[in-house]
């Protein structure tokens, strides 16, 4: 399972560290990409602007997508993302501390995965993050051509 591509989209460089540690400790963080705004995570899937030269590396197995990004909030980010051929069977899972009823709406909405809200305890947190790369990374199956 380490060697499963996951792009991590998230601006707070705590839960950024808090997710790759989590990531580690369950040896689920062997390719992660971080973005860290909604402009440079649709960048790198699209292999455009600073990411222009990875054309041939493809597409990450799961985009873990925060919702409060600056410059493009992740629901704009899922909401290009299901609207490309290219990428809108990506599995996609909105990994975020919003427990809003309209945020957990608009996401599901949006064509999102999943939903989950962060727990403030680490060992929580990295229970989480472990039963997200448990199911999406190794018992999921993704649609091929993807």
């Not at 222009?52 to 629901?75: M, T, W």
């Amino acid at each position: 399972m380490n060697d499963r591509p996951i792009l991590l989209v998230e601006d707070n460089p705590i839960d950024e560290d808090l997710t790759l540690r989590a990531l580690r400790k369950h040896n689920i963080a062997g390719r992660v990409a971080v973005a860290r705004d909604g402009a440079e995570a649709l960048d790198f899937l699209f292999a455009r602007g600073v990411h222009a030269g990875r054309n041939g590396e493809g597409l990450p197995d799961i985009v873990l997508l925060d919702l409060n990004l600056p410059k493009l909030s992740g629901l704009d980010v899922l909401r290009e993302i299901r609207a490309s051929d290219r990428t809108r069977l990506l599995p996609v899972v909105i990994l975020t501390s919003s427990r809003e009823e309209r945020d957990l709406q608009a996401g599901y909405a949006g064509g999102a995965n999943s939903y989950i809200v962060k727990p403030v305890d680490f060992t929580k947190f990295s229970e989480a993050v472990r039963q997200i790369g448990s199911y999406w990374l190794a018992l999921n199956e993704h649609p091929h051509g993807r």
